[in-house]
């Protein structure tokens, strides 16, 4: 890859998720001229696309846990400790805990007992965390946490509006959020750091997808079993809230679900309980599967009690059982919402990695210290990458790639587009088996069985994006086809593919190491099944009766079917295909798809279907999703047109076409300058161009939007963007805009939140309700 082609490099970005996952914003805004709607920095001016990322994926790819027997740690880990129980002072913030109370009544005898439990717990903590299937060449064989692990940006409050958008906007959104709030160190998550907190019992941190949440309670929870940091806390708890849903139909007391999640607290009773300062630590709220109810439940405040695991759930954060426990949730911001903002008493962030965390990342990742320095300089001199890997699981992907590439004689050009990068992931990934297994063809190729196993993991990635599900069972592999052994030391050796996450009950449960990568997958999949004219499946997708017989034609309705999803859960799957449309793509996977013979008009015919999609009905959010599909097939047009057009400074002279104010608003909405004013009458365009620019109203000071035929689902989009955070309109005009009561009502709530700033609303002269809020 030479040096000048990747400064040009140009797209996108990237990913989803349910996933929440992504923020980056490679476009370039650097040309606006005076006069222009925005003002930037001349650094910038190079810039090019946007990036992204996804991922409702709920899932993370922290290491694999095992739980072990309590056989197992009976018989070999009691460690005779000489732990000593009194903490370090100053350490925490939790006044009530009253941990040790307790002790003095107690035999030493039964002191010593418990101080050994504990041991035993931080011993089996220590082993479940210190390790992470990061990176790994070598089946089992996990990383060192410590060695990779890389301080995170974390920051107290939150700075997003919280919602159920897909990730990739939110990453998207991510990148541009302002620097000002407080930094936290992942340690200090429950000191008080200033005269103004009062005891901090529950925090609730948020993060898109990737961003780092899992790593955060790993390092936490490693650094406490190694007697590094918040020594105070008598038990630190991890669960999981993926692995809780596997009791979910369960009955269980607080102390039986301790029991079962870690056998190495057999032995500790109820009073323990109760004495000691436990955390309890739920990562991945995200993940459950189970609705929290805070208003209507039952009553519980004995941990011996028997009832449902959300039940227990609730009174834990309530206060109503063990209320001096500590209690860390994280969450993707999507899901947040469950826990009621009367119970938590710190929100914080994690917003990922800095510039310079992005550096320290992959410094200490390779040991070559040369190849870390070219590595760094290469994600540099591509401002998409750069972004892009502001989210630790891109920097890991990317990690992965050019490592590669870097190492490899042949050197191809640098990935340009989300399809590129994870085309290429995957292809190192297949290169890694074969070098393990050996085998008569080169590395690069595929045998048939591989290509098999690949797309029934492709299927059964499908089919469970679809249901919005991550997390599978053996039946589940069962059903698409995949044998549970095969998997088994396919997914030894391709540990960054697909991974066997847990063994509870003696029941596996498996799962994709990102959500992009299962939207990925499946993506790979369904474009097989289009390439082999599988009808069935394709019609059953696109819930369409008549056979579809052309690229563009499937495109395009693959597309609206993911414009119809409310969540954007097909977002990211929808560009993968566009993507995989593209020779160049095919040729990376090397054989895994039938390579296509497209004529240069279909693919002009799917651009233009791109160009030309009527989102009528869509929210203006989501059809930016069109622009990320037009930049996935690396069409620039429309990109280069609208820095033209910002360039140019005259925004009433130019006609711009909808997929231009999509693109117009993508660029607006991620550029690091505020708008003064956005004049939707200034722009020459339809009335549906109007209304897509409206995601831009999130970064401006003053928003004019007369006249625009305002509809529920555009006002769906406005009030998303009067809770924005941090919120900088001030001046709305409404005038002149119908709206119909339930427009009225999503506004008048967005004007009702606390992060909405707005100080003048100019609204509809006959809707009086409006007017009065
Ligand atoms: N602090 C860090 N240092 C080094 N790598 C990190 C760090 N945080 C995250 N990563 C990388 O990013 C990947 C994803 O991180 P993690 O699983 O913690 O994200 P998450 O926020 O829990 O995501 P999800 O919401 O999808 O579960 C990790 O497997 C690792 O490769």
């Known amino acids: 890859m030479e040096e000048e082609e990747r400064a040009e490099s140009t797209v996108p970005s990237c990913v989803s998720m349910k996933s929440d996952w992504s923020k980056g914003h490679p476009l370039n805004f650097g040309i606006g001229p005076q006069g222009s709607p925005l003002k930037m920095d001349e650094d910038r001016a190079e810039s090019t696309v946007p990036s992204c990322v996804s991922l409702k994926s709920d899932m993370s790819k922290a290491g694999v846990i095992n739980f072990r027997s309590s056989e197992e740690i009976e018989r070999g880990e009691h460690i005779l400790s000489n732990w000593d129980q009194s903490a370090p002072p100053g350490e925490s913030s939790c006044s009530q805990s009253g941990s040790r109370s307790g002790d003095a009544e107690m035999k030493p005898k039964q002191r010593s007992d418990l101080q050994e439990v504990i041991e035993g717990h931080k011993m089996s903590l220590k082993r479940r965390c210190e390790h992470v299937t990061e990176g790994t060449h070598e089946a089992g064989s996990g990383t060192l946490l410590n060695k990779i692990y890389t301080e995170l940006y974390i920051t107290e409050g939150q700075s997003e509006e919280v919602d159920t958008q897909h990730e990739v906007r939110q990453l998207e959104r991510t990148s541009k959020k302002n620097i000002q709030d407080t930094p936290i160190k992942c340690q200090d998550i429950f ?32 650094d406490w079993a190694e007697g590094l940091e918040n020594q105070d806390i008598s038990l630190v708890l991890l669960l999981s809230c993926r692995e809780l849903n596997l009791i979910r139909d369960e009955q269980h007391s607080l102390l039986s679900l ?59 954060i309530q206060g109503n059982l063990l209320p001096s426990a500590l209690i860390w949730i994280t969450s993707r911001p999507a899901a947040a919402y469950q826990i009621p903002p009367s119970c938590v008493d710190r929100i914080t962030e994690v917003r990922g990695f800095t510039d310079s965390q992005k550096e320290e990342y992959f410094r200490r990742r390779f040991s070559d210290e040369d190849l870390s320095k070219r590595i760094i300089s290469h994600i540099k001199a591509s401002r998409s990458l750069h972004i892009m890997c502001l989210i630790p699981v891109f920097c890991w992907i990317t990690a992965i790639v050019l490592e590669d590439m870097m190492t490899r004689d042949q050197r191809g050009e640098l990935p340009q587009t989300l399809t590129d990068l994870y085309s290429h992931f995957l292809r190192v990934q297949i290169k890694r088996k074969k070098q393990k297994y050996g085998g008569k063809q080169r590395p690069e190729e595929l045998t048939e069985a591989d290509k098999e196993l ?80 599988d009808t069935a499946v394709i019609s059953q997708f696109l819930e369409y009766s008549e056979p579809v017989t052309s690229l ?101 002279e130019m006609r711009l076409s909808e997929i231009h104010c999509s693109a117009l608003a993508y660029l607006l909405q991620m550029s690091e300058e505020v708008l003064d004013e956005l004049d939707l009458q200034q722009y020459n365009t339809s009335e549906e161009g109007r209304r897509r620019l409206i995601p831009a109203v999130r970064n401006c000071r003053k928003a004019v939007l007369r006249r625009c035929g305002l509809s529920e689902i555009s006002c769906g989009s406005l009030a998303s963007a009067l809770r924005s955070n941090p919120s900088h309109l001030r001046v709305l005009d409404l005038r002149g ?25 100019r609204s509809v002269r006959d809707d009086p309700v409006l007017s009065q809020v």
């Open 258 to 316: 301790l029991h079962v999640f870690h056998p190495t607290l057999q032995k500790i009773r109820a009073e323990d309980l109760t004495v000691w300062k436990l955390l309890f630590i739920f990562d991945g709220l995200d993940e459950s599967r189970f609705s929290l109810d805070f208003n209507k439940h039952q009553l519980i405040s004995d941990v011996t009690q028997v009832s449902s695991v959300d039940v227990l759930l609730v009174n834990l």
């Open 191 to 222: 000191k008080v750091l200033s005269e103004q907190q009062r005891h901090i019992r529950v925090v609730l941190t948020n993060g898109v997808a990737g961003v780092g949440k899992t790593f955060s309670v790993q390092k936490f929870s490693l």
């Open 737 to 761: 805009n119908q709206l119909e009561d339930p427009a009225v009502k999503l506004l008048c709530g967005a004007l009702q939140d606390p992060l909405c700033k707005l100080e003048t609303l």
């Open 454 to 533: 690949l797309l029934k993991l492709g299927r059964l990635a499908f089919e469970h994006l679809e249901k919005g599900n991550i997390m599978f069972y053996s039946e589940d592999l069962e059903r698409c086809g995949l044998d549970v052994s095969e998997v088994s030391v396919y997914s030894g050796v391709c540990t960054e593919i697909f991974k066997r996450e847990s063994v509870i009950f003696q029941k596996s449960v498996y799962c994709f190491v990102h959500l992009s990568i299962q939207e990925f997958l499946a993506a790979v999949y369904m474009f097989h099944r289009y390439t082999r004219k």
């Open 552 to 652: 563009d034609g499937f495109l395009r309705r693959a597309l609206r079917k993911s414009l119809k999803s409310e969540n954007g859960h097909l977002d990211l799957f929808v560009r993968f295909l566009h993507g995989l449309s593209l020779e160049s793509n095919q040729r990376i996977l090397g054989g895994l798809l039938d390579q296509m013979e497209n004529h240069p008009e279909t693919i002009q015919k799917v651009l233009n279907n791109l160009k030309e999609e009527n989102s009528n009905k869509i929210s203006p959010d989501r059809s930016i999703n069109i622009f990320h599909c037009l930049m996935e097939m690396k069409d620039q047009s429309v990109h280069q047109e609208i820095q033209e057009f910002l360039k140019s400074g005259e925004i009433s």
